[in-house]
């Protein structure tokens, strides 16, 4: 119950093309779900973060889409860039209930956007 | 410092010996977790400190794991009797403390137990 799921493993992308990565949950209990974007040798950076309040996010090329009913959410990344080449991952956490932001991240995702 | 500082980057050791891994988190966050990476894997949690007392340590794999915060500030991450098992980055994350969700990470440490 612990678990978030993350898909797909790997992805290729096109320049300027929208990238989709997906995660599930089952814990109904978390009310946080930030991703993260990690380059090689370095720690992972938030990217962008959604509560279960709303159904979508958006922040420049990013948005997240959440599906509270289906315990689902999504990262697009909307004309993707070869810099956005990195390894992505979703989180989820219950800390809005207990102050403890004790993250349970996915599997990851390793992104790359050819030029 | 400007974000969360981990030393050594690299720590090369022996089965059995004894590691201390260190993390200076941004100047004012109160609170501050370790997680560990595995090669292809998200982080895990392993232990979450407000101030200067460990609020949850449920993600240390076991009793060879320990981790300090003697002023609320300066964390070190204590392994003893390493195993090939631990080698892994061990990341450090700070926040603003309890109720704040973002934790900035630092680049973590890359132990290799041989």
């Known amino acids: 119950q612990q678990q978030v799921k993350q898909s797909p493993q790997s992805l290729i992308v096109q320049k300027g093309g929208i990238s989709i990565i997906n995660c599930a949950y089952e814990?109904?209990?978390?009310?946080?779900f930030p991703w993260y974007q990690q380059f090689p040798g370095k720690g992972p950076a938030l990217l962008i973060a959604?509560?279960?309040?709303?159904s979508e996010k958006k922040e420049g090329r990013f948005t997240i889409s959440f599906n509270k009913s289906a315990k689902q959410f999504s990262l697009h990344i909307m004309d993707s860039q070869p810099g956005d080449s990195a390894t992505y991952f979703c989180?989820?956490?219950?800390?809005?209930?207990?102050?403890?932001?004790?993250?349970?991240f996915g599997t990851g995702t390793r992104l790359k956007v050819l030029a | 410092g400007a974000g969360v500082s981990q030393t050594p980057s690299n720590k090369v050791t022996e089965k059995g010996k004894y590691v201390e891994l260190r993390c200076d988190p941004i100047?004012?966050?109160?609170?501050l977790y370790w997680y560990r990476q595995s090669l292809g894997q998200g982080p895990e949690f392993l232990i979450y400190?407000?101030?200067?007392?460990?609020?949850?340590d449920s993600g240390l794999p076991n009793d060879r794991f320990f981790a300090v915060r003697p002023e609320g500030s300066v964390s070190t991450l204590k392994i003893q009797r390493t195993e090939r098992g631990d080698s892994a980055v061990y990341l450090c994350?700070?926040?603003?403390?309890?109720?704040?969700?973002?934790?900035?990470f630092g680049s973590g440490t890359q132990l290799s137990v041989l």
């Open positions: 994350a700070s926040s603003l403390g309890q109720g704040n969700e973002k934790l900035f």
């Open positions: 814990n109904t209990a978390f009310d946080y």
């Open positions: 959604i509560r279960p309040d709303v």
């Open positions: 989180a989820a956490s219950g800390g809005g209930i207990s102050g403890t932001y004790k993250y349970i």
């Open positions: 100047s004012g966050h109160t609170a």
């Open positions: 400190f407000q101030g200067t007392g460990a609020a949850d």
